[in-house]
């Protein structure tokens, strides 16, 4: 007698093993990646190799049950939006590019949803995110509203999509039960400051690019969080690890890591330092020619004044900073100095 059953509880997990050794995922830092660990993200920046035993094609079987989702539920979604009357356009699953802090970072959001007022003529745009996850996961959104990291990744999006010429005046949630289909909706304006913090989300990440160790985290570890249990950088990250399990408490007490991740930060902290002194050289050189006014771009308007005193730009510095980017230094302002004001979102 043919045995079916051996059959397939040898096919099924063999089906999702197929789907996932079908779906390599590249090394490189795309707009899923901002968050949640820094530190990983840092890895991804520096095109840092897996980790030979990552076994990138586990079964991943969550995550396939949660593309499945996206892949039936989106284009009807979008169907479903696109009756009404004050939608006029809807992209699904459509790619864009977030250029921010002098990186390109690709990515693909699940919807882009755009409307104008039949009344006014105002437009404004949204990019919607889907989220399946657990009930216990559903009761934290409803109690606590998104993740912190959540938010970086569609306001990269966002923002993405911003630049490429589309208004976008809001970000949305809809987080779904996996297993029930209930849903929790969170819309949040989108804005200079949203989009402020996720530029300045993709600097901290690329000032850790060349040390990636060095970049705090709050993982505990693959002990004791799933995250880095499926983290492609576990053996770098924790190389006390032997043989699939963490020896670093044995090793050290919990103040041996206290002190490295405070020298971390400390080390961290300096880079970011140095970096932003220079990243505000080289803008303030790329505004001294600019006219004082308001001017309004994909991030937002700003206001730039002059007002009397001393230029205090290092004039040989500046030069060598601009000659590293290919610009020459603009005429010289004396007895003023720049004024930068952001205005609104
Ligand atoms: S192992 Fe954990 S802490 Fe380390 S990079 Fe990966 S996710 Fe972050």
């Given amino acids: 007698m043919l045995d079916f059953s051996t059959l397939l ?23 899923s990646g901002l968050g949640p660990c820094l530190r990983q993200a840092a890895f991804q920046a520096a095109n840092t190799p897996y980790d030979p035993e990552h076994d990138d094609g586990g079964e991943k079987r969550s995550a396939w049950l949660g593309t499945a989702i996206h892949l039936w539920f989106l284009p009807i979604l979008a169907e479903a939006l696109s009756g009404y009357g004050e939608v006029v356009e809807v992209l699904v699953e459509d ?10 970072i690709p990515g693909r959001h699940d919807l882009y949803v755009r409307v104008r007022d039949t009344e006014t003529g105002e437009e404004g745009g949204c990019i919607v995110d889907l989220k399946t996850v657990k009930e216990w996961a559903l009761g934290k959104i409803v109690s606590y509203g998104p993740e912190e990291h959540q938010e970086w990744q569609v306001d990269g999006y966002a923002l993405g999509r911003r630049q490429a010429g589309y208004p976008v005046t809001a970000t949305a949630f809809i987080h779904m039960d996996r297993a029930t289909g209930e849903d929790v909706i969170t819309v949040r304006p989108f804005g200079q ?25 709050d993982l505990l570890g693959p002990d004791l969080d799933w995250r880095c249990r499926s983290c492609p950088f576990t053996r770098r990250c924790w190389p006390e ?43 303030a050189a790329k505004l001294a020619d600019a006219k004082s006014g308001s001017y ?47 205005i609104t979102g």
């Fill in 95 to 104: 790619p864009i590019t977030l250029t921010a802090a002098s990186q390109q």
């Fill in 241 to 283: 690890i032997t043989d699939g399990r963490s020896n670093h408490h044995a090793i050290d007490p919990a103040k041996r890591r206290e002190i490295a991740d405070a020298a971390a930060e400390y080390t961290a902290a300096r880079t970011r330092e140095t970096q932003a002194k220079a990243d505000k050289q080289l803008a």
């Fill in 193 to 217: 400051r949203e989009a402020m913090a996720v530029i300045e989300r993709v600097r901290l990440i690329y000032s850790h690019a060349d040390q990636p160790l060095w970049a705090p985290t």
């Fill in 9 to 31: 509880t040898r096919a099924v997990p063999e089906a999702f093993r197929r789907a996932s050794a079908n779906d390599p995922h590249p090394p490189g830092l795309s707009l």
């Fill in 296 to 342: 309004k771009g994909p991030i937002g308007t700003f206001k730039i004044g002059r007002i009397p005193g001393k230029e205090i730009d290092d004039p040989e510095a500046l030069s060598a900073l601009l000659a590293e980017h290919d610009l020459t230094r603009p005429k010289k302002r004396s007895k003023e100095s720049l004024t930068v004001t952001a």
